[in-house]
């Protein structure tokens, strides 16, 4: 199996080399880091980033399948995948459980620039199902400079501090999404709320091997 991953950070790469480790350890990987994508995206817009992801995207995508971990990018790579369905979108499995919690979703991002492309598609796995669905946005952006700065404990911290801050202890929501793939590191001291916590690197790494066993075996017949 042959697998490939574009990053928008270079710890990403640690977080989902560790999961290929467990999940898929003989599996061949390229991990391409493009942070000037997101630079770009949140200055400028995705448009301005369209032919630069596609490219990128175009040149991994001779692997068996290929994950998108900026949730940012998400619509791009929606985009890319109507002809190209080996490719990942790394929010899409979180947001598909996250509907199937139950109607009242707790979404917590840390990006102004991930907002839209993470309601939209939110949305979007609602209306799979019957119920009406209550999404409450939590914004965790004092957690950002953090992240930046290589403070994943402080980073943590802070998505933890806002998120009980914003707890409505009468009407606790049936699950707490965790947004961007990097928020995952705030799941475990989030557990004791009783809530599940949702976040996507292993639910998207999980999709990823899916896509690529499918694609392998297309391919050998």
């Not at 991990?31 to 400028?44: G, I, R, W, Y």
């Not at 068996?64 to 791009?76: E, H, I, R, Y």
């Amino acid at each position: 199996m042959n697998i490939a991953f574009l990053h928008t950070a270079q710890v990403h790469v640690e977080t989902f080399e560790a999961l290929v480790q467990e999940l898929a350890p003989q599996s061949k990987r390229t991990h391409h880091v493009a942070p000037e994508l997101l630079a770009s995206a949140q200055t400028d817009g995705l448009k301005s980033i369209t032919a630069q992801t596609f490219e990128i995207l175009e040149k991994l995508q001779t692997t068996d399948a290929v994950l998108c971990t900026c949730s940012t990018l998400g619509p791009l790579v929606d985009s890319f995948a109507q002809t190209n369905p080996n490719v990942v979108r790394i929010d899409r499995p979180l947001m598909e459980a996250a509907v199937k919690s139950g109607p009242k979703i707790l979404v917590a991002i840390c990006l102004e620039s991930t907002r839209n492309a993470t309601l939209a598609l939110l949305n979007d796995c609602a209306k799979e199902t019957e119920d009406p669905t209550s999404i409450e946005v939590i914004m965790c952006d004092a957690a950002w400079p953090y992240f930046e700065a290589g403070d994943m404990t402080a980073f943590s911290a802070e998505i933890d501090r806002a998120i009980r801050q914003s707890i409505d202890q009468d009407n606790t929501p049936d699950c707490i999404a965790l947004a961007q793939a990097s928020m995952g590191v705030a799941t475990d001291v989030l557990r004791d709320l009783g809530i599940p916590i949702l976040s996507s690197p292993m639910l998207a790494m999980q999709r990823l091997l899916t896509v690529a066993n499918t694609s392998s075996e297309e391919s050998t017949t």
